[in-house]
């Protein structure tokens, strides 16, 4: 072995679910992108309103918001923290665009 040799070492997993867990899984999947596509467009009203962006904590208020509204109040099935979770890659990706 030679001075400065780099070894890697890789793993592969696969997830083996049923198809409850696939559904729960989709759910989620489908409500995150919901919530992705809501606070964007916000966040671009917002924008042609001529008002601040909001950052990380304003979204999370909106999805509550969402989250007690009547017509996306399936949202409240997907834990909160999975819906903050797509908000803070939200604002992240934001925070990137701004900097470029």
């Given amino acids: ?45 917002r924008r042609e309103r001529g008002e601040k962006y909001a950052g990380f904590a304003g979204m999370c208020q909106w999805v509550t918001t969402w989250r007690k509204a009547p017509e996306t109040a399936y949202l409240a099935e997907v834990p909160v923290h999975v819906l903050q979770n797509v908000v803070c890659a939200l604002d992240g990706a934001v925070q990137r665009l701004r900097r470029h």
Avoid: T
């Fill in 1 to 45: 072995m030679s001075e400065g040799s780099v070894f890697h070492r890789a793993y592969r997993y696969r997830l083996r679910s049923n198809r409850k867990a696939e559904a729960v899984l989709r759910r989620w999947a489908g409500c995150s992108r919901k919530v992705w596509n809501l606070a964007l467009a916000e966040q671009q009203a």
